[in-house]
């Protein structure tokens, strides 16, 4: 298996412009995760998704962010209009979750840096 | 959401010495997990050990071991025989039991000094 796939790897945009991240989880996993790093905060959750249905999406930070899985092998977290503030590596992550010790496998990120 | 709390940023480690990073988080659930994750440079995160708040024994895994004291709501790591390969930044993580969300501290960045 290829293991979770993110695109793009980096992406440089400028302020006001849509930004939209991709993610592939690894199949056969029914929980996605999307997340975004930084220095001051760490891994932060922005949603989680089971079965394709959202399920916790009280990280994201504001009405700017959407995320969206249409099925279960692709989602998409958007960030209409982006900022400067936005700059991060946002991670996408999937698990099986047969039981809660299964770990999360994670995507290489996407280094986003809005100009 | 639970909180998890690593409080150094830093840490630094002589090679093959032992290094301990600490990591405490907030819950009101009794039953949960317990993870610790290493992000070399390549930014690749990777699993490094595990525990279920049920269990009594503490997690070992080769160098990694770790120090698991539920009342006091702590987890911490601890590597020993430090080596150059172990420098990463180290997350501590909190998954839920239900509900499957994971929740990351602000992670360590260790440092293995030749």
């Known amino acids: 298996d290829a293991g979770v796939i993110q695109s793009p790897r980096h992406e440089v945009t400028e302020m006001g412009q849509e930004v939209t991240l991709r993610c592939k989880p690894i199949?056969?996993?029914?929980?996605l995760f999307w997340y975004r790093q930084t220095m001051m905060r760490g891994l932060e959750l922005l949603i989680y998704?089971?079965?394709?249905?959202?399920?916790?999406d009280s990280g994201m930070p504001e009405d700017r962010f959407s995320a969206k899985m249409p099925n279960a092998s692709f989602s998409t977290l958007k960030i209409q209009p982006s900022e400067p503030r936005d700059s991060a590596v946002y991670f996408c992550a999937s698990s099986l979750v047969v039981s809660a010790s299964e770990k999360l496998f994670f995507g290489s990120g996407t280094q986003l840096s809005v100009l | 959401a639970q909180t998890v709390t690593q409080s150094q940023p830093e840490m630094s480690v002589q090679e093959a010495e032992t290094v301990t990073l600490s990591c405490t988080y907030d819950t009101s659930e009794s039953d949960y997990y317990l993870f610790w994750y290493k992000q070399p440079p390549s930014r690749q995160m990777i699993l490094v050990i595990r525990?279920?708040?049920?269990?009594?024994q503490n997690a070992t895994e080769n160098r990694f071991s770790v120090n698991f004291q539920k009342a006091a709501k702590s987890f911490s790591l601890k590597i020993s025989d430090s080596q150059l390969g172990d420098a990463a930044m180290y997350f501590c993580?909190?998954?839920?039991?239900?509900?499957?969300?994971?929740?990351f501290g602000t992670g360590t960045s260790l440092t293995v000094i030749p």
């Open positions: 525990q279920e708040a049920y269990k009594q």
């Open positions: 998704f089971n079965n394709n249905v959202p399920i916790d």
């Open positions: 199949s056969g996993h029914n929980s």
């Open positions: 993580a909190y998954r839920r039991k239900t509900g499957n969300q994971f929740y």
